[in-house]
């Protein structure tokens, strides 16, 4: 009797250990939130600022980078959870069009981004229409950032063909890349012309200007948008109030990206800090 009794207990007690430990292994897989993003400054900044607030709510989170189209199609798909950077609603307007009815907006973190062609002040000419007459100085040339960028579709099919620039090198690299090349040319004293967006650190390093869009073929003012897969704020429903409640201005942004890409600051130290360092802010968008 006692045999029996003492295997009987045995065997409850195994199968709440192992209930238990399902469930332990459950609550963590639910418990981590899985970001991609594109290696835009911007988008940079703010995936680390969003990893470092919800690893203090205590969600582990996965960063990714990936290319634009990516981003848009593994958060639609479920295989991400959510990412901070979508230009809406004329930049990722064909992403959005595909995928809108497989994800959710969350909130809106930036809403006075633009896109445009960006020159050193140096340059003589102060609107695109006037680009045409300046091929030689420019190298008949348009350096840009990753080919599946919204703002490269947008330059290539629109900002190029409206201008007379169809003869014109856009050139796909990436925005680190790009910076490289910007870098060199300003310090040749040389024309050059990158695809650009606001907000970004190198309107704090250099002094540039964005060239006017009389056609407005960039769209006009957009709003950085926060996506999450469809289901996100069921299931994470702190981190969906904490999304819909974040918003950063140009000057606190750019502070995260001129961390990074002029101290050289690691991410991840860039976003913690700033997070550190503004306390009473990221108050305002947590409960």
């Not at 307007?93 to 445009?116: C, T």
């Amino acid at each position: 009797m006692f045999k029996k009794i003492g295997y009987s207990m045995v065997a409850v007690l195994a199968t709440v250990i192992l209930s238990a430990g399902m469930l332990v292994g459950c609550d963590a897989g639910e418990k981590t939130i899985k970001i991609p993003y594109v290696q835009w400054a911007c988008a940079e900044a703010e995936s680390h600022i969003a990893q470092y607030i919800l690893e203090e709510m205590g969600y582990e989170v996965e960063l990714t980078t990936v290319q634009a189209g990516v981003m848009w199609s593994s958060v639609a798909t479920g295989d991400q959870d959510v990412f901070t950077t979508a230009w809406l609603p004329y930049t990722h307007a064909s992403y959005w069009e595909e995928y809108m009815d497989d994800v959710e907006k969350l909130g809106v973190v930036f809403d006075q981004a633009v896109l445009a062609l960006v020159v050193p002040s140096y340059v003589t000419i102060d609107s695109i229409a006037e680009m045409k007459d300046y091929k030689d100085e420019f190298k008949g040339r348009i350096v840009g950032i990753d080919a599946g960028a919204g703002i490269m579709e947008a330059t290539k099919n629109s900002t190029m063909p409206t201008y007379g620039l169809d003869d014109w090198e856009l050139v796909a690299s990436s925005d680190p890349a790009m910076i490289a090349e910007l870098e060199r040319s300003i310090d040749r004293n040389e024309w050059i012309a990158v695809t650009g967006w606001a907000p970004h650190w190198k309107f704090f390093a250099y002094d540039l200007k964005m060239l006017e869009d009389p056609e407005l073929t960039y769209g006009g003012q957009e709003e950085i948008v926060i996506i999450g897969r469809d289901g996100f704020t069921e299931d994470f429903p702190d981190a969906a109030e904490f999304f819909s409640k974040w918003t950063i201005t140009a000057d606190q942004l750019g502070e995260v990206m001129y961390m990074i890409n002029v101290d050289g600051m690691d991410p991840a130290e860039a976003a913690s800090t700033w997070v550190e360092d503004n306390r009473d802010i990221v108050n305002t968008w947590l409960s």
